[in-house]
Structure formats: C-alpha cells, structure tokens
C-alpha cells in the first residue's frame, strides 16, 4: 500500500459525459502527479500540481482539466468524453516538486461507452 | 526529443533462472532513471531508483540495476527469478528542471515458468 488513494476503483460512462476521478497523496506530500495508461500510448504522463499550483504539463487534452485543494488532494475532470479516453487513469505523489521518488496510487479504470 | 526505450515487449524466463530488463533512454542530460513493476490490476511499484552518485543500485525484491551514461542505458537485473516476480516492468526518467514529470517505457512483461 502507497499511501496514496483513488476514487472511484471503477467508472464506466457514456460519450459525451463528464466525471471527476479523486486522489489524495500521502500524507506529507506536497505534489501530486496524474497519468494516463492506455494499450495504444502506454503510461502518459498528464499534470503535476505543487502545493496547490500547476508545476508541470504533459500531453494533457484542452477537455481535460486537474486541481489540487488546500488540503492537498486532487481531482482530474474529464469531460466531452470519447470512447478513446477509456483507460487506467493514476494519481502519484511525491514530496517536493522536483525529481523525485513517486508514489502511485492503484489507479481508477474509466470505461467510455 | 526525450524518450525511454524497453526493446522487449515480453520476455520469459525459468524459476531460478537469471533476469536482465533493457532500458535506453535519450536525454539532453544525466536523468533521474527508476524502475516500477506492475502487478496485475495492480498500482506501479518502485523497485529502485538513481540520482547520481554509484552507478550500480540496489533495489526491493532482490533488483538491482547498473546506469551506464556512454551507453545511455539503465538495465535492471536480477540473479534469480521468483514466480512471484511475473508482472510487467517500467523504466523512467525524469529531470529536476522539468518539476517532476516522469516519461515511461513502455513496458516489458515478464513470464517466469515453472
């Protein structure tokens, strides 16, 4: 067990709609990390939020959105989904912003319908 | 542009049998590399991590792996292998001027027959 904890385990939806997938980090954690896991693209990496503002962007699509709350957890909004935007979706944590050791979270499947 | 190379998809191996995973990397500068195993349904683990300093790192589990700046490659390796030890394996990298984000192999799978 990381520490780090995601909700929902599982989530399946329709084209077109809109969820929130939750993180929150171990505790300490300052920086929190969200990837995309697909079979096509493998691990992506997507954001990173440090101490509440955005410290690194990745491929992250303008549909998607992330934030990280005063009390460190995070949420990644998804919306207009598209069958394509089915994937495991991870939260990690780390304590600093920079390199460093990340903790990953086991991860919400989203399921686009 | 930054990449992270596992050139084998898949690999199987003997219970007791030695492992070594291949990763090469191409960076503008000496990365921060990791290696993390995934289990089944499962979230990544960290077997092991470099920063600087010896180039050979000890790891959980009985993983070690061995940077090799002129060769850019960091291969994990292990003497002798568990049934517990099939999962798929990642190799990272990262870099301190780029906050934390970590670029992915894409993964090797490893079998381990009995």
């Given at each position: 067990d990381s520490g780090v904890t995601q909700t929902p385990k599982h989530l399946i939806t329709a084209t077109g709609q809109r969820v929130t997938l939750r993180c929150s980090p171990r505790s300490g954690d300052l920086s929190v990390y969200w990837y995309q896991q697909s079979l096509d693209q493998g691990l992506q990496f997507l954001i990173q939020y440090y101490n509440g503002e955005e410290r690194a962007k990745g491929?992250?699509?303008?549909r998607f959105s992330a934030q990280q709350f005063p009390d460190l957890h995070s949420e990644l909004n998804l919306s207009s989904?598209?069958?394509?935007?089915s994937a495991l979706y991870f939260c990690a944590s780390s304590?600093?912003?920079?390199?460093d050791t990340q903790y990953f979270g086991p991860g919400t499947r989203l399921t686009v319908l | 542009a930054q990449s992270v190379t596992q050139p084998d998809i898949h690999i199987t191996v003997s219970e007791g049998a030695s492992l070594e995973l291949r990763c090469n990397y191409s960076y503008g500068a000496t990365p921060y590399l990791f290696w993390y195993v995934q289990s089944p349904g499962q979230g990544l683990q960290l077997l092991l991590k470099y920063?600087?300093?010896?180039?050979l790192v000890q790891g959980i589990k009985g993983f070690e792996a061995e940077f090799k700046r002129s060769q850019s490659s960091f291969n994990l390796r292990k003497p002798s292998v568990h049934w517990s030890d099939a999962a798929e394996y990642f190799c990272a990298v990262g870099r301190g001027n780029q906050g934390g984000k970590l670029i992915f192999g894409q993964g090797t799978e490893l079998s381990v027959k009995p």
């Open positions: 491929n992250i699509l303008e989904l598209e069958l394509g935007d304590p600093y912003g920079g390199a | 920063f600087s300093g010896d180039t």
